[in-house]
């Protein structure tokens, strides 16, 4: 029998395998990071970071409703710069590192990938899709022009390969992640969280400080699902899908939809760091059961059968 | 899910210290040294230990008056309604046949429940109840009933008991008598001597530590103490994990935005 391999190539990123945590999940920290890595994961992404510090929203910043969760962190972050140290500590380590990072304007982004860049991160993940900031910073993502604008001026500066995270608070995401190919990504992430609420009917009135949120986990999922397979059908480069997975039937549908990696995060609430490694070692049975040699074999699958 | 407590009945502890009582399976359930997320609604969410846990019964928080939200729940009344999430975390393991309990300040609150859970077991642990002065010993009576001459007190201003910080008296103690377990939750300073203290006679601690915790369920990472989430990992450390963190523990924290500061109390 052929060695099975669960590594996985991401516009010329090499990983380990094909999983990672989504960002702004227990990226705030290098310790935290390099025990996401332990957990078994193929890459590590950090906690969106802005051109300057950020305290983010006052709690609640976090409630359980039907089938997942909903955050309105606001993006705090101590600044891309104070995390040079903590992405040259894990890369030391020999730990892959995604950045990801945000701006409030097209010029914002530009600088912060010129310092992620140069920081030596391994691939820069622009987020222009936090449902979370959208009175301060707006949301960039919400448009083909401003997406493939951001892009243009990211990748002008990036040595690393570019991802960009797309949002599924759109008409038409394909068409997005058309602009952010056009743009120059090297690969797309689907997606960020789904805009939602949540009232507190004995309060009367909403429970998180920001008033709306992001929802997160398995509530996500169908729709994370069906934003990769529209992507993937849009685009060339590769789709990284996120959204709800949380265990490795999960990150095989991604997988079948077209994505050739997978983003894990509120998973980590129920299953632990371990869930990495839970994901990786069902691919590879899944893999090994159906005679596939390795995970570019069940990319895009689904797309084929119809 | 968010659900709603009403408070049944508020107890003055100290001039600005309150504890408020209500009743919630949930909390009911927890094991000491867990904590709930407490939602003042039109004001701020912060975690609070759980002060009473009776099976079936009711629960309470202790609250000293240290900023706004605190402020709103020191001056609730019964009938006053408040958020709460939870009870979320790792308490105490209970262990040990000869226990000293540390407790500063409102620290008394996650050992107060741990004390009972003791004496249910039949194992009547040595209690140092410390605070600044007289007036700020919170559950003295409490633990008297509960603990007789067991209960140590300590004052910093030497009004009442023994004059020093808690873990000065803790020092003394162990001096004295032999004990085989160390459990502490107050000042992160304090706990940080009591820690070393402990340490240094090869007997094992669980200290209840704190830090900034937004989400409670392990995701969002402001609560980190080294690679440990206080809100979940935590917030009661063993010793093994206590020498694991312990560059961080009572030197160093991430504020608001993630940047490490220094720890100053
Ligand atoms: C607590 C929390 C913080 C998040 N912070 C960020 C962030 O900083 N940047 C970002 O692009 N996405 C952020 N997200 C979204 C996740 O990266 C991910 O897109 C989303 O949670 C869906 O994946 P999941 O269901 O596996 O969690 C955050 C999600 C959560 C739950």
Redesign the pocket.
């Known amino acids: 029998m052929s060695q099975l391999s669960l590594s996985v190539d991401i516009a010329g990123l090499r990983l380990r395998n094909p999983t990672m945590n989504?960002?702004?999940?227990l990226?705030i920290s290098a310790p935290l990071l390099k025990r996401v890595y332990e957990g078994g994961a193929g890459a590590v992404v950090t906690?969106?970071l802005g051109p300057e510090p950020r305290s983010g929203h006052l709690n609640p910043t976090?409630v359980i409703v039907e089938g997942?969760?909903l955050?309105a962190?606001g993006?705090p972050?101590p600044g891309a710069e104070y995390f040079v140290s903590a992405i040259k500590a894990l890369r030391a380590e020999g730990i892959p590192v995604i950045a990801?990072f945000?701006g409030a304007s097209i010029d914002d982004f530009r600088d912060v990938a010129e310092l992620l860049s140069e920081a030596g991160a391994d691939a820069l993940?622009v987020?222009v899709?936090?449902p979370n900031v959208q009175e301060e910073l707006g949301m960039l993502g919400a448009d083909c022009l401003n997406t493939e604008k951001v892009t243009a001026a990211v990748k002008e500066v990036s040595k690393p390969p570019v991802f960009v995270?797309l949002s599924p608070n759109v008409t038409d995401i394909a068409e997005i992640a058309k602009a952010a190919e056009l743009g120059g990504a090297d690969a797309i992430t689907a997606?960020?969280?789904l805009k939602g609420m949540a009232i507190d009917a004995d309060f009367r009135r909403p429970i998180l400080t920001n008033v709306t949120g992001?929802l997160?986990?398995p509530a996500?999922k169908s729709v994370?699902l069906r934003c990769v397979w529209d992507v993937a059908k849009a685009v060339e480069v590769p789709v990284i899908g996120?959204?709800?997975?949380t265990n490795w039937r999960d990150a095989v549908e991604f997988m079948l939809a077209g994505a050739s990696a997978v983003?894990?995060?509120?998973?980590i609430r129920e299953r632990g760091f371990g869930v990495y490694e839970e994901i990786t070692t069902g691919i590879e049975g899944y893999l090994e059961a159906n005679g596939f040699g390795s995970v570019k074999g069940i990319v895009g699958l689904a797309q084929e059968a119809i | 899910m968010m659900r709603t407590a009403v408070i049944t009945r508020v107890l003055r502890m100290a001039p600005d210290m309150v504890t408020l009582y209500f009743e919630d399976e949930e909390c009911s359930k927890a094991s000491p040294g867990q904590y709930a997320m407490i939602w003042i609604p039109g004001g701020e969410e912060i975690p609070m230990s759980l002060s009473t846990i009776n099976p079936g019964g009711e629960s309470s928080l202790t609250v000293r008056d240290v900023g706004e939200a605190t402020k709103t729940l020191c001056d609730m009344k019964e009938g006053d309604k408040v958020g709460i999430r939870g009870p979320f975390g790792i308490g105490y393991t209970i262990t040990g046949d000869s226990p000293l309990l540390v407790a500063g300040g409102t620290g008394v609150a996650s050992l107060a429940p741990l004390a009972e859970a003791f004496v249910e077991r039949g194992v009547k642990p040595t209690f140092i109840l410390g605070a600044k002065t007289e007036s700020d010993l919170a559950f003295r009576d409490r633990l008297e009933n509960l603990l007789g001459d067991s209960v140590v007190l300590a004052t910093d201003d030497g009004s009442c008991g023994f004059e020093g910080f808690s873990s000065q008296c803790a020092e003394k103690l162990m001096d004295e008598r032999s004990f085989d377990a160390v459990y502490t939750c107050g000042p992160e300073l304090m706990m940080v001597a009591v820690f070393d203290e402990a340490e240094s006679r090869g007997i094992p601690v669980q200290a209840s530590l704190e830090r900034y915790i937004k989400?409670a369920h392990g995701?969002?990472g402001s609560c980190a103490i080294g690679p440990y989430r206080v809100c979940m990992d935590g917030p009661v450390f063993d010793s093994e994990k206590l020498r694991e963190v312990r560059e961080d523990f009572g030197s160093r924290k991430m504020d608001p935005t993630g940047k490490i500061v220094g720890v100053d109390h």
Request: proline fraction near 0%; charge should be neutral; glycine fraction near 20%.
């Open positions: 989504a960002a702004g999940v990226g906690k969106s976090m997942g969760v955050n962190m993006l972050n990801s945000f993940e987020n899709s936090c995270k997606v960020n969280t992001g997160s986990g996500l994370a996120c959204g709800g997975i983003e894990v995060g509120t998973a | 989400c995701l969002c």
